[in-house]
């Protein structure tokens, strides 16, 4: 039963243009949310992260918006740029032992 | 330069033949993990240790072991490999079990198992 879901498995985007990455969770107990970028032949890298106490995130071009209530997060990255193109893993904590990750989704931002 | 370390990036192998995936961090972590990346299935935990000694699984473990002898080292271990085991592994760590800056992952090891 997956618990974090990412339902689109790949993005297309102009670059310049806005870029929102979507993530659902079924699990209440989830209580802090992260977003991972990962690059081909690299590890996964930590890019932002959200408290369920807060609605909104902000970093530079990225913001993480978290809804409680529709179990919904989004990541906008503004404005997006070619370096941008890379898979976008939502991750979520819900105890020790360890954080539950979605199935990704491939960003690609066309020129 | 804080990293975790993994070897071998590449390996082919064949059934039955058993293998050690080597992961080092040398940031003083107490929490370390290991995951297996397969297309449509994302990221899924194979086993964790919060701390030396102490290991547990998490929701993948079957036809794996591992070890935490010291606080630096977690290798997996794959006593008899299987084709479905081949995979693209990751190994990963954090200073604690609050994940505030999530994990540090490894630049991963791409088994294929004949």
């Known amino acids: 039963d997956q618990q974090v879901k990412q339902n689109s498995p790949s993005l297309s985007v102009q670059e310049g243009r806005i870029s929102i990455l979507n993530c659902d969770y079924t699990?209440?107990?989830?209580?802090?949310f992260l977003w991972y970028k990962k690059y081909p032949a690299e590890g996964p890298t930590f890019l932002i992260s959200?408290?369920?106490?807060?609605d909104k995130n902000e970093d530079g071009r990225f913001t993480v918006f978290l809804n409680k209530s529709a179990k919904h997060l989004s990541l906008h990255i503004v404005p997006s740029q070619p370096g941008d193109s890379a898979v976008y893993f939502c991750?979520?904590?819900?105890?020790?032992?360890?954080?539950?990750f979605g199935k990704g989704t491939h960003l690609i931002i066309q020129p | 330069e804080a990293q975790v370390t993994q070897n071998p990036r590449y390996l082919i192998t064949v059934t039955g033949k058993k293998l050690t995936v080597t992961c080092s961090q040398n940031?003083?972590?107490?929490?370390m993990s290991w995951y297996r990346q397969d297309p449509g299935l994302g990221l899924r935990q194979i086993y964790y240790?919060?701390?030396?000694?102490?290991?547990d699984k998490g929701d993948v473990p079957e036809g794996y072991k591992v070890s935490r002898k010291e606080k630096r080292n977690f290798p997996l271990i794959l006593e008899s490999p299987s084709p479905n085991q081949t995979s693209l592994y990751f190994c990963?760590?954090?200073?604690?079990?609050?994940?505030?800056?999530?994990?540090?992952f490894g630049s991963g090891t791409r088994l294929t198992v004949v």
């Open positions: 990963a760590s954090s200073p604690n079990q609050v994940f505030l800056y999530g994990y540090t």
């Open positions: 699990n209440s107990m989830f209580d802090y």
């Open positions: 959200i408290s369920s106490i807060k």
């Open positions: 991750a979520a904590r819900g105890g020790a032992d360890g954080l539950t």
């Open positions: 940031m003083n972590h107490e929490y």
């Open positions: 240790s919060m701390n030396v000694e102490v290991t």
